[in-house]
């Protein structure tokens, strides 16, 4: 097998996966030392309390404002 060097767009590629694989790493040592120093409390609820969901009322003007916008 022959070795070829890379082109510069490989070694760009390798350098961002390398950059992003070692950020994905320290993530979870981080996650690990903070749930490691601070154990989450079992009296917290995991999950968020349901919500209603307001709807965006952006683009529903009144025909009156259309009229004298228009």
Excluded at 2 to 13: A, D
Excluded at 31 to 44: C, D, G, M, N, Y
């Amino acid at each position: 097998m022959t070795n070829t060097g890379l082109t510069k767009e490989e070694k760009e590629c390798l350098k961002r996966w390398f950059r992003q694989a070692i950020a994905e790493v320290e993530k979870e040592e981080v996650k690990h030392f903070l749930l490691k120093e601070f154990p989450p409390e079992a009296s917290v609820s995991t999950h968020r309390q349901p919500m209603v969901r307001r709807r965006s009322h952006r683009g529903q003007h009144p025909t009156h404002v259309k009229e004298l916008a228009y």
